[in-house]
């Protein structure tokens, strides 16, 4: 039995909508998902059915779960088809090659993989959530991460800051290059693209990234007597680096403190954020 969980959403009727669909499997299941720029919500929820039953074998026996009752009760209790003649005519096409069995199942009611469906549902749509649901556990509950196969791969770039503050004669040592570990700001930089690089291997669920450039910034603030760091780092891929640009800054800060520490124990670090960001379908988002 394949077990698949439907849903659709829509922001307006008609507006722009999104639908998902959960095939339950190994390493935490299968999501496919898609928008339309102008719908209905019941056309969602149809559609969601037949993108999830389309990856499905003929001759295969699949449940589908849904909180639509449109949808379920239009299947099983043979609710007259007032709209939507095309999509439920593609439905009958692909139900007929499959054993399909139909459960209604409430919505919001915590199962997981209605929750998840809801999600990418809504996602797809715009609709943003007041309480979303966890991204990061699968069907079972069990911590996994996040499938962005059906993510368009596309430039991604994030901006990332953070400070270093000390005592204004640990600054100029800095500045004079006569700390006995070395050029500090030298290695915090190395230290800072080599961080961006293995950010997958410190952050339990970020995926492993093609990195196309990391660039980490160091200057000298004496008015403030603090180093501080910018890092901007670029993918070409279809999810962001956000992470790797807060990685950054972060180990290249770690750096600079473990070189000075010696001289210094009343360094700070301070303020690590995320500036700037663009890619993806969130766009460009401008921090400061």
Known sequence: MIEIYTDGACLGNPGPGGWAAIIAGDAGGHEVKGRE???????????AAIKGLARIPPGSQVRI???????????????????????????????????VDWLWIRGHGGHPGNER???LANEMAGIVEEHP?????????????????????SERVAVARGTVAMKAATLELIKRGEMKKGDVLAVAQLAGIMAAKQTSQLIP?????????????????EKRSAVEITATVKTMAQTGVEMEALTAVTVAALTIYDM????????????????????????EIVLE
């Open 37 to 47: 720029e102008k719908t209905t919500s019941n056309r969602m929820e149809v559609t």
């Open 65 to 99: 779960e849904s909180d639509s009752q449109y949808l379920v009760y239009t299947m099983t209790k043979n609710w007259k088809r007032k709209a939507n003649h095309d999509l439920w005519d593609e439905l009958d096409k692909l139900v007929a090659e499959r054993n």
């Open 117 to 119: 469906a809801n999600r």
């Open 133 to 153: 649901s966890p991204t990061h556990f699968d069907l079972g509950g069990k911590v996994h991460m996040v499938d962005i196969s059906e993510k368009a791969t």
């Open 205 to 221: 669920l970020c995926h492993p990234l093609p990195i196309t450039s990391a660039d980490v910034d160091l200057k000298l603030d």
């Open 260 to 283: 000075c520490k010696a001289v210094d124990r009343a360094m700070r670090i301070d303020n690590i954020r995320l500036a700037r960001k663009s890619g993806g379908r969130s766009g």
